[in-house]
C-alpha cells in the first residue's frame, strides 16, 4: 500500500512537472514564381520573398517563484530547393534565457536591437529597401552571434526596451555573415532599442555600435561602424502609416554616412486583403567620392489570406539609381546608374 502511494504521488509530482512546461513546434513555408530584370533578366521559383521559410521550437518551463526559462531554435530552410538557408543549423535563432520580475536575459544567436525593428516592424525581406542597400539593421547586424540581452521589465504600459551587447560577432567582408571573429575585437559590438505602442500609436528607436567590423567592403576592416533606426506609425482603420530614417557610417567604403528614409502605408481593402505600398530614398548608396550616389525605391505588396494559416501574394519593387549607385535586388548584377525591376507571385503557409 505504501508503495503504491508512493508510485501515485511520484507520478503526480511528475504530471505537475510537465504542466508547467510547453514546447511548440512552428514554421513557414514561403514559395514565389520571380521575375528579376537588372543588367540580366532571370526568371525563377524563390524562397522567402515575403517572410522567411524557417522551422522552429519554442518552449519554456514554470520553475516556480516567479521565475521561469526558455528558449529558441529556428532554421531556415528555402522552400524552391529544400537547401537549408545557411550552412549552420540554427541560422535564425539559438539562444536560452531566464525571466521574471527582474525582466529577461537571453544567451546566444538572436536578433539584434536594431535587426528586430528593421524585420519585425519594418520588414527585411528581398524585396525590401533595408535589403535592397545592405544595411546593417537589415542584413550585415540583422542577428548577432554570442549575444547577451537583457529586457527591462515594463514599468510603464506599451514601453519596452533592451540593452545587448554582442562578445564577437565577426561579420564577413564577402556574404556579409557573421563568422567567427579573425582578430579577438573583431565584431564586438553593443546596442539597445526602445520600442512604444499604444492603442493606434507606434514608435521606437534602434541604435547599433560594432567596435572592430568588416563590412561590405574591405577597405572597411577593422573599424568602428555604428547605426541608427527609428520610426513612428499610426493606425487611421482605413489605413496605416509608418515612416523611418536609417542612419549609419561608412556602410560602404569612405567617410559618408548612409542615409535611408521612407515611409509605409497598409491599406486592409476587405478582411482578406491588404495592400501594403512603400517609398523610400538611400543617400550615398556607393563607395563612390562624388555625388549621384543615391537611389529611389517603390514596393507594393498585395496579401490575400485564404485561411487563418495560408495566404496568396503578390509584389513588385523597382530601383531608380542615380548614376554612380548600384543598388539592386536578391544580389543580382546591375551596372551603376541602370533600374531594377521585380515582381513575384507566391504562396506563404504557416504551421
Do not use: C
Not at 544567436?109 to 525581406?125: K, T
Not at 546596442?191 to 560594432?210: D, E, M, Q, R, W
Amino acid at each position: 500500500m505504501k508503495k503504491t502511494l508512493l508510485a501515485i504521488a511520484a507520478l503526480a509530482a511528475t504530471s505537475g512537472a510537465f504542466a508547467q512546461s510547453s514546447l511548440t513546434i512552428y514554421g513557414v513555408l514561403d514559395a514565389s514564381l520571380e521575375r528579376i530584370n537588372a543588367d540580366k533578366g532571370i526568371t525563377r521559383v524563390s524562397s522567402d520573398n515575403l517572410s522567411s521559410s524557417r522551422l522552429g521550437f519554442k518552449g519554456t518551463e514554470d520553475i516556480g517563484g516567479g521565475l521561469k526559462a526558455g528558449f529558441v531554435l529556428e532554421h531556415n530552410v528555402k522552400v524552391d530547393t529544400g537547401a537549408a538557408g545557411n550552412t549552420r543549423m540554427w541560422d535564425r535563432a539559438a539562444w536560452v534565457g531566464l525571466s521574471g520580475s527582474f525582466g529577461e536575459l537571453r544567451l546566444g544567436r538572436q536578433d539584434s536591437s536594431i535587426g528586430d525593428i528593421a524585420g519585425n516592424v519594418l520588414s527585411a525581406q528581398t524585396y525590401d529597401d533595408f535589403k535592397f542597400t545592405g544595411t546593417r539593421a537589415g542584413d550585415k547586424y540583422r542577428r548577432e552571434d554570442n549575444a547577451i540581452t537583457y529586457i527591462l521589465p515594463v514599468f510603464v504600459p506599451g514601453l519596452t526596451a533592451q540593452v545587448q551587447y554582442s562578445t564577437n560577432v565577426g561579420v564577413s567582408a564577402t556574404t556579409g555573415t557573421e563568422t567567427a571573429g579573425s582578430t579577438e575585437d573583431q565584431g564586438k559590438a553593443w546596442g539597445l532599442s526602445v520600442k512604444y505602442a499604444a492603442g493606434p500609436f507606434a514608435a521606437g528607436l534602434g541604435y547599433l555600435s560594432a567596435k572592430d567590423e568588416t563590412v561590405s567592403v574591405t577597405a572597411n576592416a577593422g573599424e568602428k561602424g555604428d547605426a541608427v533606426l527609428v520610426y513612428a506609425g499610426y493606425d487611421f482603420g482605413v489605413a496605416k502609416v509608418t515612416g523611418y530614417y536609417d542612419n549609419e557610417s561608412k556602410l560602404y567604403a569612405g567617410n559618408k554616412r548612409f542615409s535611408l528614409y521612407g515611409a509605409k502605408v497598409s491599406v486592409p481593402v476587405t478582411g482578406e486583403f491588404t495592400l501594403i505600398g512603400g517609398l523610400s530614398q538611400a543617400k550615398n548608396a556607393s563607395a563612390a567620392s562624388t555625388d549621384n550616389d543615391s537611389a529611389l525605391m517603390f514596393s507594393l505588396k498585395g496579401i490575400y489570406a485564404l485561411s487563418k494559416r495560408t495566404s496568396v501574394y503578390g509584389m513588385l519593387s523597382y530601383i531608380n539609381n542615380d548614376d554612380n549607385a548600384a543598388l539592386t535586388i536578391d544580389k543580382q548584377t546591375i551596372t551603376a546608374g541602370d533600374s531594377v525591376t521585380g515582381v513575384a507571385f507566391g504562396i506563404r503557409h504557416t504551421f
